[in-house]
């Protein structure tokens, strides 16, 4: 999909070729005297158009505008999360109806609010998205250009929608590897997905593979891998925009292909959805290939465990006891808490990057699914100033996140009588008792834990992957770019206007 940003106010949108216009009208807005304006001025008084957010009037070939099909929406107070709904609601109509849209146009009646115009490209990115790989047809109603009309276009609107461009990018990266079956997105083509993100300017990437996961002593992330089949894939990724000396910002992704449970086996009525268990790992991927479209000047090394959770003759036992490369032995008394076995090793293998911060990113409770449903992720971070950042970038966002407790008396039932810690506690505060399991190998660098279990996919009729925390992330690592603002002028710059996603 073509994205393109576009200096033109209502009157010079409408003589713009396109199929389809929509117009985002906010509430007190005063139409011009041109036809368009005309129109809009009457249909307000009659009250056909409703500036609430999402409300839709539907026009067909209208005199002066160009595109055949004009959608009028509501945008309300023209706040991003409005917009995003009014958008939504655009699309939802454009894309039940025929023929297909392929060249869509859309346009801010006034000048959008800060973050609007992000939410907006990124509505229609998320609503026109469809998942094409494993099917034997291609999809015919995929938009091919979308253009975005903003009167002036200043430079800060350049810049946010140069952004919201690569976040596009990124997260259908991270929904596409997500949404692959268990058989087409095994570990070690995880490993091949990565690897072709090192073709891209600043990234390069290492896959390690079963023997030196071993010489580096791994010995958590190799019990879960026994069961499998498939040989478990140690991927690092690096994006090199700053100077060596900087210290990296690190994200671990948890890469489970699929997770039946193994041993302590799930079970099947929607078992088909651990294939979503390397969310975490998509939205690896899908900030690497957003961070090769802005080149920031920031360090980041990703880091991605991936094996499958199988039962088997040589997979794990519930009550098997594994030194991971910490040094800690961990007794595995459920095999399907596989998350924090992979994630641990990984996180001992950051402390050799001496990161600025390590930030994981797991799919890694269905208590953290009770807690807070399919809106906000986990957020659990024992340094207030790490998970305030956070937080805050998921807001800017508009990928929401809640920050959770890590109390030490939640880590009571993890105490094992046969190693140093187990690998669960009981049922209650699971999404907690997971964090605190994770928190005991991360002594020696500011840490923050992103349970993503309820919103890396979405269940029933439009299952599926979201391609969040994508979104949260890159906008936590841009915030991490030193003055950041000089950053941003030089980099609209030298921007192009149009840019592809
Ligand atoms: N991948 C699952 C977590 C999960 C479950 C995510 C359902 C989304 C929906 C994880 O590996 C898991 O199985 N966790 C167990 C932990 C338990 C055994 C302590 C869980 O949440 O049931
Ligand atoms: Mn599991
Ligand atoms: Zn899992």
């Not at 990234?203 to 040989?231: D, I, N």
Request: proline share 5%.
């Amino acid at each position: 999909m073509n994205f393109v940003l576009l200096s033109l106010d209502l009157a010079g949108a409408a003589k713009q070729p396109a199929d389809a216009l929509v117009v985002l009208v906010p509430a007190g807005y005063k139409p011009g005297k041109d036809g368009l304006g005309t129109l809009m001025t009457q249909a307000l008084k009659a009250g056909e158009l409703d500036t609430q957010a999402g409300k839709l009037l539907a026009l067909y070939r209208v005199p002066p505008v160009r595109a055949a099909r004009v959608l009028l929406v509501g945008a309300g107070e023209g706040s991003a999360r409005q917009v995003r709904q009014a958008m939504q609601a655009a699309l939802g109509v454009l894309r039940s109806g025929s023929p297909a849209v392929k060249k869509l146009l859309f346009c801010f009646a006034v000048a959008p609010q800060a973050g609007a115009l992000r939410a907006a490209v990124q509505a229609v990115a998320d609503t026109s998205y469809v998942y094409t790989t494993t099917k034997s047809k291609a999809d015919g109603r995929s938009l091919a250009r979308v253009s975005v009309a903003v009167r002036g276009a200043p430079a800060a609107a350049e810049t946010e929608f140069a952004r919201a461009v690569a976040t596009v990018t990124g997260v259908e990266f991270a929904k596409e590897w997500a949404n692959r079956p268990a058989n087409h997105a095994t570990p070690t083509l995880l490993a091949g997905a990565a690897r072709s993100l090192a073709k891209l300017p600043k990234v390069s990437c290492e896959v390690l593979g079963p023997r030196e996961v071993a010489r580096l002593g791994m010995g958590a992330f190799m019990a879960v891998a026994q069961g499998s089949e498939q040989p478990l894939r140690f991927i690092v990724l690096r994006y090199q925009g700053g100077n060596k000396l900087q210290a990296p910002t690190v994200l671990v992704g948890k890469g489970i292909s699929f997770d039946t449970g193994g041993i302590s086996i799930k079970p099947a009525p929607e078992m088909d959805e651990m294939k979503f268990d390397m969310g975490g790992a998509a939205s690896v991927l899908g900030v690497f290939r957003a961070l090769a479209e802005l080149k920031p000047s920031i360090n980041v090394v990703g880091l991605i465990p991936s094996c499958e959770n199988m039962p088997d003759g040589r997979a794990v036992k519930p009550g098997d006891v594994v030194t991971s490369m910490s040094g800690q032995t961990i007794e595995i008394l459920n095999t399907d808490a596989e998350g924090r076995l992979i994630l641990c090793d990984a996180l001992s293998y950051a402390e050799r990057l001496k990161p600025a911060a390590v930030v994981d990113i797991a799919t890694l409770t269905g208590a953290c699914v009770i807690a807070l449903g399919a809106v906000r992720s986990g957020l659990f971070s024992g340094d207030d100033a790490l998970a305030q950042r956070l937080l805050a970038a998921g807001e800017a966002a508009q990928d929401l996140a809640w920050r959770m407790p890590l109390d030490e008396d939640y880590a009571e039932g993890l105490k094992s009588n046969f190693a140093d810690v187990a690998n669960v506690a009981g049922r209650a505060g699971g999404a907690i008792t997971a964090a605190k399991f994770l928190q005991r190998f991360t002594a020696k660098f500011p840490w923050a834990h992103l349970d993503i279990a309820g919103t890396a996919w979405k269940s029933g009729a439009g299952k599926g992957a979201t391609g969040r925390p994508v979104g949260l992330l890159l906008e936590f690592l841009l915030g991490q770019e030193k003055g950041s603002l000089l950053g941003v002028q030089r980099s609209s710059k030298r921007s192009a206007r149009t840019r592809k996603a």
